[in-house]
C-alpha cells in the first residue's frame, strides 16, 4: 500500500500541491493589489476589512462562474453536478482533517493522506458509474428482450 501511495502522490500529489500554491499565491497577490489601491486611495483598510472585499470578490466571481457552468451542465447531467458540489465539499473536509491533525497533534497532518482520501472518493466514485452503467444497459437490454 505504500509503495501504491507514494506512486499516487507522484501522480497527482505534485499537480495538486502546485494548484493549492499557484491558489495560495493568486489570493495573496490579489490581496496586496487591493491593500496598495486602497492605501492610496486613503481607505487605510483593516486586515478584517481586506479579508471581506478580497473574499467577497472571490467568492461571487466563483459562484457566477459556477452559476453559468451549473445551468449548462444540468441539461445533460445533474449527477455531474452532484459529483462536482461532493468533491469541492470532501476537499474542504480532507484539508480540515489534515489541520485539525496538526493543531491538536492527534494524527500526523501529511500531504499524501489528503490526496489518498480524494483518490479514495474518485475509485468509490469509478466503481458507482461502473454499478450504474451496467444497470442502465441491463435495463435497455431486458426493453429490447421484452419487444
Do not use: C, P
Request: proline share 0%; aromatic share 16%; hydrophobic share 55%.
Amino acid at each position: 500500500m505504500v509503495q501504491f501511495s507514494k506512486r499516487l502522490l507522484g501522480m497527482f500529489g505534485d499537480k495538486l500541491k502546485e494548484i493549492v500554491i499557484l491558489i495560495a499565491e493568486l489570493v495573496n497577490d490579489f490581496h496586496d493589489v487591493l491593500l496598495r489601491i486602497s492605501t492610496m486611495l486613503g481607505w487605510n483598510l483593516t486586515d478584517k476589512e481586506l479579508h471581506l472585499w478580497v473574499l467577497g470578490m472571490i467568492g461571487i466571481t466563483m459562484f457566477l462562474v459556477v452559476d453559468v457552468t451549473f445551468k449548462y451542465v444540468s441539461k445533460w447531467s445533474i449527477t455531474f453536478i452532484s459529483f462536482i458540489y461532493t468533491f469541492t465539499v470532501l476537499f474542504v473536509i480532507v484539508f480540515a482533517i489534515e489541520i485539525q491533525q496538526k493543531i491538536t497533534g492527534r494524527g500526523n497532518m501529511e500531504f499524501l493522506d489528503a490526496i489518498i482520501g480524494i483518490w479514495g472518493f474518485l475509485l468509490f466514485f469509478a466503481a458507482y458509474l461502473l454499478i450504474r452503467t451496467f444497470h442502465y444497459f441491463l435495463k435497455v437490454l431486458l426493453r429490447k428482450n421484452q419487444s
